[in-house]
């Protein structure tokens, strides 16, 4: 006789650990920049062949979502830099670890702030 | 049934992460100490058969490296077999569609 | 101190819930064990398993304020209350805080966690020089408690492909002891996209395991090996 038993994973009653959170934005960002790739194609060709190439200056949803992509590429790319380190075996101690998850997280955010920030 | 196996995937990864990394060193370094490009600027480089296949080259690096990550997305979550193949069938059939439209850009803006 | 406990009685309850718990504490009590004892002699229907008391069986592992570590090594001040106590995330609850370890230790029959020799025996032991036993450190304290595999994202996405942290933790032990002869076939055995290759470096495991082990190191050594054996 099967019982069928029931698993405890309620996320509100998880404390995740810097690390992980890094990690999931990590897979976030990842999937984001995947769906922005037809849009990143899209704007390539409009560069080079079309006569009214992409105006860039757009309203606050316009803003709203560069700030996104931003953070997505930024935060991607630290975190991949911290994986690829961590291959290399610098920074695969648990200070250091928690230490660079930190760093890409704030450094993220303020990459893509940066971008909000600036024209 | 997985076109890569464990190990490879892993390598590609990383391989094509090294590639993107150079790209965004590169093209951080032209954008700090390089005069502000206009679009004129950037369409005559990009006509240049060398610049269209350093182009090219990234288009399949982050294609590669897409197509792995948002691979191993799948393979976490979606478990039924028949739906986790039309998925990936999916996204690879995008990816390579992308490739083959980046090409088509690059390739006729160089002629 | 106040409590609040992860309730499930297959017998009685269609689904689990969670009960909260006033208990008065001695001086004597140090670490959550001691709470569970006079909880349960409060309410002698909270179930859970526990033995050596010191932290080396792993019989207590538990979901502690949210983060997994054994219960009989958990001090008791400074825990923020009510102390919420939980089973091992994602494994099947048999009852209250017991989970069900058997795709647990299926994972870790799976790595063969024995030493596998074909020589002839020596007249008596297989040697060692101090530096190749100074490898197995941090590999052989192990107590299979399952803290770190329950921690873990990619476990709980694919429980029954993915070894987990704590099989591969050991299937490093056995790769690197040096009077072990099936060190490619094991690395081998691991070349494989679920088995070993759904770690995605979130490093949970490190984080919570209660001997201070690396299941995450270890890892990138399979993996490592694995690049070596290839190029």
Known sequence: MTIERPTFLNFARLRFPVGSVASIGHRISGVLLFLTLPFAVWALERSLRSERPLDLNGGPLARLAFFVLAWAAAHHLFAGIRHLLSDANIGSSLQASRASAWAALIGAVAVASAVLVLP | MMVFSGQRAFLLQRLSALVLLAYVVAAALRLAFGAPAGLAEWRAWAAQPLAAAILLLLAGAVLLHAWVGVRDVVLDYVQPLPLRAAVLLLVASVLVMLGAWTALILVSHAL | ?231
């Not at chain 3, 091992?88 to 596998?116: A, C, E, G, N, Q």
């Not at chain 3, 595999?149 to 056995?174: M, V």
């Open chain 3, 1 to 231: 101190m106040r409590f609040k406990i992860y309730r499930y009685d297959p017998d009685k309850d269609s689904k689990p819930h969670w009960q909260d718990y006033e208990v008065a504490l001695q001086a004597s009590d140090r670490m959550v064990l001691d709470a569970l004892t006079r909880l349960k002699a409060q309410d002698d229907t909270i179930t859970y398993r526990r033995s050596c008391r010191e932290g080396v069986c792993g019989s207590d592992a538990m979901n502690i304020n949210g983060r997994n570590t054994l219960a009989c090594i958990t001090p008791l001040q400074g825990l923020p209350e009510p102390v919420v106590l939980a089973p091992l995330p994602s494994f099947p609850v048999i009852r209250d805080l017991v989970v069900d370890m058997t795709l647990f230790f299926k994972h870790y029959h799976d790595i063969r966690p024995y030493l596998t020799n074909g020589e002839p025996p020596p007249e008596r032991e297989r040697l060692q020089s101090p530096e190749e036993r100074e490898r197995l450190n941090g590999l052989y304290e192990c107590i299979l408690c399952a803290c770190c595999t329950s921690f873990c994202p990619s476990y709980w996405w694919n429980p029954d492909k993915y070894i987990g942290p704590a099989g591969l933790l050991q299937a490093e032990r056995f790769i690197v002891d040096s009077r072990d002869r099936a060190g490619a076939e094991r690395l081998a055995h691991l070349d494989d996209v679920y088995k070993l290759y759904r770690c995605r470096k979130i490093m949970n495991c490190t984080e919570v395991c209660p001997k201070g082990l690396n299941p995450a190191r270890a890892i990138e050594h399979i993996k490592m090996q694995l690049l070596r054996r290839s190029s």
